[in-house]
C-alpha cells in the first residue's frame, strides 16, 4: 500500500462506569490521512502504533522508517509536527516495524538481512545529510543483529521485552535476547520460507507461519523447550495464491491464532485456530474470516472490547 488506513477504537473516558451502570462501547473510527506517505510514494510494508499513543512508525520500500506524531492524526485540527523522524539506518527496503511493550525501543527489519533495536536519542530538529525534511528527532541504533541469509521479513516481541524474534526467507526463526549482544539465542529451522511469526501472550508459545517447498503451514513453538507443539496445514495447504507476507496474530487472550492466506471451500479466508485443539499435535480450525482476495496480514485488537448492548468479543482487522 502507499498510503495508510487506520482503525482508531477508543473507549469515551468521559463516561466512567459507577455502581451497577454498565461501561460504554468501544467507539471505532476509519481515518486516511492523505499526507502520510513516503518518498515517491513507494509502497508502505509496516505500520505500529506506539503504546502510549505518541508516535507511528512506517517502513518503506524506500529504506527509510519514518516516525509520525499520532496526534495529527487522531485529531485533524492538531497544528503540531506531522512528521518527527525519517532513518535511515537500512540499506534496503524495511520490511516490518514493531514498538517495544513500553513503547521504549523500535524493532525492525530488512532486506539487507539486518535486525536492528532503536532508541530516541537527542530531541533536537536538524536536516541530515542527503535529506530535505527537517528531523524533529533523532533515533539510535541500541542493538543490531545479523544472521539471517536472505530477506527478514517479520520481527516481533516477546510480552515481556526481553526479546524478539525474527523470521526470513531463508527458513529459519532466531530468538535474540535484548541484554544480549552475541548471536541468536535460538535458532528454529523450518522446511519453508517463514514470513511471519507471533508471541502468544500467555507466554507459552510462538507462532510461526511457513510458505513454499510443499508446507503451507502454522508450526507452534513451546518456550520451555524450544520443540513443536502443533504443526497444522488444515486451510492453509491449497492456498492458490502466494502472498508477500503471512503476518498471523493472537487474540488478546490467547484463545485464537489468526493465520492469513488460507482457502476453506473454494473461498479465501482467515483461518482462526483455537488454542490447544485435537489430539495428534494439530490445533483446530473452528472458525474463519472470508475475504475477496489472498489476505497477508492478520491483526487482533491488543483489548477485548465491549459489545453496545453488552457483551464481549474480540475483533481482527485482515488486509491482503
Known sequence: AQTVLLVIMSSDAANKIHGSEKPPPNKIKIVKPEWLSHESKCAIYSVNISPDKTRLATAGADGTIK???????SDESSTAHRLLSTITLHNAAVNCVRWSPRGQYLATCSDDLLVLVL?????????????KVENHESWDVFRSYRGHSMDVMHVAWSPDADRIASCSLDNYVLIWRIADTKGPLQRLAHSGMVKGVAWDPVGKFLA?????????????????????????????????DPTFFLRLSWSPDGQYLGAPNAWLRGRYAVALLKRGGAGAGEWEGEHSFVVRQAAAVACFAPHILRREGGG??????VGG
Open 67 to 73: 516516525i509520525w506524531n499520532y496526534s495529527c492524526i
Open 208 to 240: 510461526a507461519q511457513v510458505e513454499g517447498e510443499g508446507e503451507n503451514a502454522v508450526v507452534v513453538w513451546r518456550l520451555r523447550d524450544w520443540q513443536v507443539e502443533a504443526k497444522t496445514q488444515r486451510a492453509l495447504k491449497d492456498a492458490p
Open 312 to 317: 464481549l468479543e474480540l475483533a481482527c482487522a
Open 119 to 131: 532508541e530516541l536519542g537527542a530531541n533536537f530538529s536538524h536536516i541530515p545529510m542527503g535529506q
